[in-house]
């Protein structure tokens, strides 16, 4: 008995081997014959795998994350060293970034953007290129600072969107159109690239000068030339991109403008940078106005990109996601709370000496020491 259960058991493995050599025998087959067909095919699924292999992303991931924390060291001491080994860091992150996203692009054939996941990509991917365009001309370290921490948030942001699904998957009908793709889409994405981008510089502003003694006056006046600067790129970008998704919707749906949730969201951008450049050229802003008015341009990009979709109704729902909405309340929240910081009275802010003088308030007061140990004041009104 135990010698035919043995003679059994080898004939089943036997038999089970000789199918596993028939199966990858026909396996083998069948890929010759894709690579002779089909070699396009056959060579995107190989780069396909190798993507996946490298995880383009996640290295990026990690070194957005070293850059940002040697721009924040280098605030401390050894700045030219630490601002100049941050930016090539962040170069590197940067390219790495680029082959992750030209990769999807070659493997999907389509333009960057496509859906939440790839927005997420290129928003930081934008945002990053830009920042460190600031950082090559103002060479303080913010610059950098912004690249590493928006290059890092928005690709943990699309690392948790990649866990609903396959990120590579197929458009839906009315999105399967590579020029508006490649147009209104990019030109959308890039203003909250550009919106995000302002709202970081304006935290970075409020946080140095709120908890820390840092923020010099040179460095204020180099932070709200950045932000003027970056909202006027965005109310561009914003603008044209909403024209473009007006005529893609006439020639779609048959109207240009519907007051879908989407189209509101886009517009209300548009509208919060003309509020914000009209408020500064018209002087009814200042350093402090525009920054947090940038913060809140956080808010509005936010609910553009997400909180519409979470709405569940309009034509653009194509992204609903029911996990996010606590997270986006949270970061909505975390906005108002850092423009209720910037509010606070000068006297408040470490960064800003503050002597009552009749009634006049000095700010940025930087007392210089003579030889005879006496002190001057420069002095800024407020």
Not at 47 to 67: C, D, H, I, K, T
Not at 300 to 307: D, I
Request: net charge positive; hydrophobic share 50%.
């Amino acid at each position: 008995m135990a010698i035919g259960g043995r003679l059994a058991t080898t004939c089943c493995a036997r038999s089970a081997l000789e199918k596993f050599i028939r199966f990858n025998q026909h396996v083998n087959l069948m890929a010759n014959w894709f690579a002779k067909e089909q070699p396009k095919a056959t060579q995107r699924a190989s780069f396909e795998f190798l993507f996946n292999r490298v995880q383009p992303f996640s290295q990026s991931m990690a070194l957005y994350v070293l850059g940002f924390l040697l721009a924040c060291f280098s605030w401390l001491g050894w700045s030219r060293v630490l601002n100049r080994s941050a930016f090539y860091l962040l170069l590197l992150a940067l390219a790495i970034h680029t082959f992750g996203l030209v990769s999807r692009m070659y493997l999907q054939e389509r333009p960057p953007v496509t859906n939440l996941y790839s927005s997420a990509i290129f928003i930081g991917w934008g945002a990053v290129i830009v920042s460190l365009i600031l950082e090559r001309i103002f060479r303080d370290g913010i610059g950098a600072a912004c690249a590493g921490a928006i290059g890092f948030i928005t690709l943990i942001i699309a690392h948790h969107l990649a866990g609903s699904g396959d990120t590579l998957e197929m458009l839906q009908a009315v999105l399967d159109t590579n020029i508006w793709l490649a147009t209104h889409v990019v030109a959308i994405t890039t203003g909250y690239s550009a919106m995000f981008l302002a709202g970081m510089l304006a935290i970075i502003y409020v946080v140095r000068g709120v908890f820390t003694r840092s923020l010099k006056k040179q460095t204020a006046d180099s932070l709200a030339r950045m932000t003027y600067g970056v909202v006027c790129f965005a109310t561009l970008f914003s603008f044209v991109g909403t024209v473009l998704g007006g005529i893609w919707a006439d020639q779609s749906w048959g109207r240009f403008w519907g007051w879908d949730p989407k189209e509101n969201g886009a517009v209300l951008i548009v509208l919060w940078c003309a509020i914000i450049l009209h408020a500064r050229w018209g002087g009814f802003i200042r350093q402090r106005g525009l920054m947090i008015m940038a913060i809140f341009g956080n808010v509005v990009t936010s609910f553009s990109w997400f909180g519409v979709n979470m709405l569940g109704v309009g034509l653009h729902s194509y992204g609903f996601m029911q996990k996010a909405f606590p997270w986006l309340v949270g970061f909505m929240v975390s906005q108002l709370a850092l423009m209720l910081i910037a509010a606070m009275p000068l006297e408040r802010w470490r960064s800003f000496v503050c002597q009552r003088l009749g009634r006049r308030c000095l700010r940025w007061c930087e007392y210089q020491r003579q030889p005879d140990g006496g002190t001057v004041v420069s002095e800024e009104r407020a």
